[in-house]
């Protein structure tokens, strides 16, 4: 699953200027018709390092989390690729 999340992020990052977690879970949500509890139970722990490939920097922007209603009052750290055409 974080071979996905990583998938879907470098897609949003090439088609928008920021990205979060939660933007990835959509796409995978959407790209494999899975539900939301699925892409959480499966991916756990390692939301966190769906950014973490060496592609990524932070904006220093955070978003508020919506998806998930035990996760309503975490930030999400946003995110830019360093280099868009990568």
Same mark, same amino acid.
């Given at each position: ?6 998938? *879907? /992020?470098?897609?949003?990052? @090439?088609?928008?200027?920021? $990205? ?5 879970? !959509?796409?995978?949500?959407r790209w494999y ?12 722990? *390692? /939301?966190?390092?769906?950014? @973490?490939?060496?592609?990524? $920097? ?5 978003? !508020? ?18 280099? *868009?055409?990568?």
């Amino acid at each position: 699953m974080l071979g996905l999340m990583r998938r *879907a /992020a470098h897609y949003l990052g @090439k088609t928008h200027a920021e $990205v979060h977690i939660e933007m990835c879970y !959509r796409e995978v949500i959407r790209w494999y018709d899975i539900g939301l509890k699925e892409a959480t139970d499966v991916l756990d722990g *390692a /939301a966190g390092s769906v950014f @973490k490939d060496g592609f990524w $920097v932070p904006t220093g922007r955070y978003v !508020r989390a919506t998806m998930n209603v035990r996760n309503h009052a975490r930030e999400h750290k946003v995110w830019r690729l360093k280099d *868009a055409s990568a």
